[in-house]
């Protein structure tokens, strides 16, 4: 064998050359962190820091490239995908000749594969196959997702395939692309195709589409959302977007962590997707969050866009000159505490997490099986002044399902199997807010972590199942009359506040957003839902 096509690692039976890459070069098949680690540096594409993680930057993309996503519009799919501003429909000539122009690029040049499966449950598992030039790209795919026995790889045969091309770049005007960048699902030919970007997160994030897709079709829910378990077998599950506590408080010293990002809940109960994590790290606080900043200091994790000093190699996670959205990737059993299986039973308790920048919504409620359908499907947070250029006061966010960027099928399929399951298994669902109290943003204060800590461990122990509730009077949210460890005063969010009038207007201002968001789904859902979100006193 030459040189030109030498291999190392455990390769598969089934070569690239069934992706279309003809005449690879140097092909480098599963390798562990020390070769990946090796050919990052040598290659001048990451820096050893302090502790040992992988640091690298990711150049002008710092995060997801939305407008650059497409999902091929072919004939055995059509009719299942929810086309619009989130899936946007590329011709199948397009897509052809940009696997044609990805796998010439890709010949001839040192290619990093790692064949991994996405699922912890084997009945519902995906066998996928990374294929990059980036050997730290090689690295983050091991890290995030689970990876077979080695007996397994020589048999291998994916399910799906990412061709990863972060070098290479789209000609917008040729190819049909918004920009140089690209990111192509074609669900009929289970390929996809990244370039133009060296952000790893698009890496993640298709893999999970594709799982949103495939799944509802096996009756299984997939979910944006993190996960834990109890002594006793209890499973709970966090949903929430950017910024609500979805990995802070699903990670509980008290029980073992699943996941913290993407789940199925099947017949046979909750399963994670993945095998690893993908923290945000920027202004991480070693007391507040000690697990994950111990991993910032770990050998095996990469570190995207964190700066740290040339010469002593030590970390600033504080600085976001390269990027806000600096991020961790690490195995998921470099968390203490963790499901080693990845698996849970049936979820008893269901938390829906929103920051109320506005102050309004109640710190913890319990939801009815329609208003768990309409929380869902709003999927409602809210941003405050100065995260964003522009914002200077709070702003409304509805983000369906708790994750609308990664849905390929309506929202309304992934709500409707939500209400089946839960009917179904018993699960209890609560709305939870960590987000203000006393007044809106710059008025009011941040719920206190402890007092949010407090209702959720109360209302997933069961301590809330008896305690008597009242209907919230501007959005029929059933609020407890108390709970262990809160003042009486904090559950109530009216009395928080120094004047009742001035909560009350922000309040209907609310859920007038909540009811203007929730048109688009008026036609797809029941009456019942229709009025979940509104209280007829």
Known sequence: MSSQHRVTGAPSAFGLDNHGIINPGPTHWNLGAEALYEATVRGGLGTVTVGGALTVETGTYTGRSPNDKFIVDEPANRDQVWWGAVNRPMEEKRFDQLHALTASYLQNRDLYVQD???????????KVRVVSESPWHSLFARNMFIRPARGDLSGFE????ILHAPNLQALPSRDGTNSECFVLVNLAKRLVLIGGTRYAGEIKKSVFSIMNYLLPAKGV????????????GDVAIFFGLSGTGKTTLSADGTRRLIGD?????????????????????????????????????RFGTILENVVFDPETRELDLDDGT??????????????????????????KNIVMLTADAFGVLPPIAELTPEQAMYHFLSGYTARVAGTERGVTEPQATF???????????????????????MAKSGARCWLVNTGWSGGSYGEGERMSIHHTRAMVRAAIEGKLASVAKTPDENFGLFIPEN????????????????????????AR?????????????????SDDVKKAGIYAA
Request: charged share 25%; with cysteine; proline share 10%.
């Open 116 to 126: 991994l499966h996405a699922g912890a449950d084997p009945e519902h598992r995906l």
């Open 158 to 161: 994916p399910d799906f395939t």
């Open 221 to 232: 829910l997939p979910m944006h959302c993190s996960a834990n378990i109890g002594e006793a």
């Open 261 to 297: 990002d993407e789940h199925g809940w099947s017949d046979n109960g909750v399963f994670n997707f993945e095998g690893g994590c993908y923290a945000k790290v920027i202004k991480l606080n070693p007391e507040m969050e000690p697990e994950i900043w111990a991993t910032t200091r």
């Open 322 to 347: 390269l990027a806000e959205n600096t991020r961790a990737s690490y195995p998921i059993d470099f968390i203490p505490n963790i499901e080693p299986a990845g698996r849970g039973g049936q979820p």
């Open 399 to 421: 983000s369906t399902c708790f994750g609308a960027p990664f849905m390929p099928r309506h929202p309304t399929v992934y709500a409707q199997m939500l209400r089946e399951k």
């Open 483 to 506: 709970c262990p460890d809160v003042p009486a005063n904090v559950l109530q969010p009216k009395k928080t506040w120094q004047d009742g009038g001035r909560y009350d207007e922000v």
């Open 509 to 525: 201002n609310l859920r007038g957003l909540f009811e203007k968001n929730f048109r688009q789904f008026e036609d797809h859902v």
